[in-house]
């Protein structure tokens, strides 16, 4: 059974809760790439319907006096296991004694972001190794010519090549495609995109596509995952890599999440009252420490659900930063 439910945590702070709630740390979108599903249960199973039944025509028609036709659908199930992931951070007698009274509260949401900011973090890394991984999706390739070249690389026709396939193997077309950072500088740097989307009567006139433009231009939801990590261990100087890598994923998810809905992927996020779901809880004053805690925590488990609903078009460039 979970620390939580043993009466380990202890005082909800309804003011921090409100402050990370609210809060969302700049260039992660974690929290968009996926539907999340709220589940009532820690692990629990959710239903794979069989594609060929769903996409077969019935037989409607009804004789006279007769009962209507029934369908047959097969289904299969898979399940999920949402684990804990929680941070926390001191708040010492001495931080707080130093601080003047008007800032004290200032001081502790500052802890709160900080908290936040390494929870997103984690939460983006683990999503981009798994909507990056080859075998976690339908089908992958990487491009014919690299996205650096801005005049004659065709990043437009790899991106609609990727949807076509998509489409063809599935019968949905994607709704979503997922750049990074230094994906999406060289996409909006290409004369094609350029031409196409900014101002298709002038050749090579306007300025970059904005993500609006490129969401009208593709008929797709644009994510830019411009998030960085520090790859090097503790005490060595900082190494920076982008998350996302150099990296573009085309996939499916419905607006509405459901269970029961396809869809390329899902964060399952246990919720109940007893739960912590990014809220922050507050541990008691530590005399022998001088200090108190406070923590941020969610359960959760980031699945594949739909591997041919994605395409990942891998590598798009052959430069590093």
Known sequence: MSDYLQGRAVHVDQHLSNVALNYRPAGFIASSVLPTVLVPKQSDTYVIFEQDDLFRQERTLRARGGEANKTHTRVSSAGFYCVNYAL???VTLEDRANADPL???QFEEGR??????????DWETRLADLLTTPSNVGSFKAVGSSWTDHVNADPLTDLLTAVDNVETATGFRPNRVLFSGTAWRHFRRSTK???RAVNPHVSGGGGYPSVSQAEDLLEMKVLVGNAWRNTAQEGLPINLKQIWGDHVVVYYAPDQPSMETPSFGYNFRWSS???PNM???RHPYDPRRKCTEVEIGYYQDEVITAKPLGFLV???TSSTL
Request: zero cysteines; charged letters at 25%.
């Open 314 to 316: 891998s590598n798009v």
């Open 88 to 90: 926390k951070s001191d």
């Open 279 to 281: 809220q922050v809880e």
């Open 193 to 195: 995109v350029v031409n």
């Open 103 to 105: 800032f004290v509260r």
């Open 273 to 275: 009252s007893e739960v």
């Open 112 to 121: 709160v972001m900080r908290l936040q900011d390494g929870l997103f973090l």
